[in-house]
């Protein structure tokens, strides 16, 4: 089993900054991929931002805003937010990928944290 712990989020006034930040652990052998997508009321789940194996990938909409960096030895992954608008609003998931103990594949979701902006 994997299990993803989330913390950070929160309500933020247009223009502010928040940091999350999610933790893996479990029987894990190794993970590839580490990333963020989010879930805006009546929209489709979408990626933000992931790193796979050391290469990251952003979303257009987000690009120049937020940051993602993830650290291999810890298992985890922060998603630093800045310049926040209306539009980012969403609950935010973590998802981890990769291989257990057991060699079988895995991935992960965190149970999401709410990110509300103000304007």
């Known amino acids: 089993q994997v299990q993803l712990v989330e913390s950070g989020g929160g309500l933020v006034q247009g223009g502010g900054s928040l940091r999350l930040s999610c933790v893996a652990s479990?029987?894990?052998?190794?993970?590839?991929?580490m990333g963020w997508y989010r879930q805006a009321p009546g929209k489709q789940r979408e990626l933000v931002a992931d790193n796979k194996d050391g290469n990251t990938n952003y979303a257009e909409s987000i690009k120049g805003r937020f940051t993602i960096s993830r650290d291999v030895a810890k298992r985890t992954v922060e998603l630093q937010m800045n310049n926040l608008k209306p539009e980012d609003t969403a609950v935010y998931y973590c998802n981890v990928a990769g291989r257990m103990l057991s060699l079988r594949p895995f991935n992960s979701w965190g149970h999401g944290t709410q990110v509300t902006v103000s304007s």
């Open positions: 479990g029987s894990i052998l190794r993970i590839s991929t």
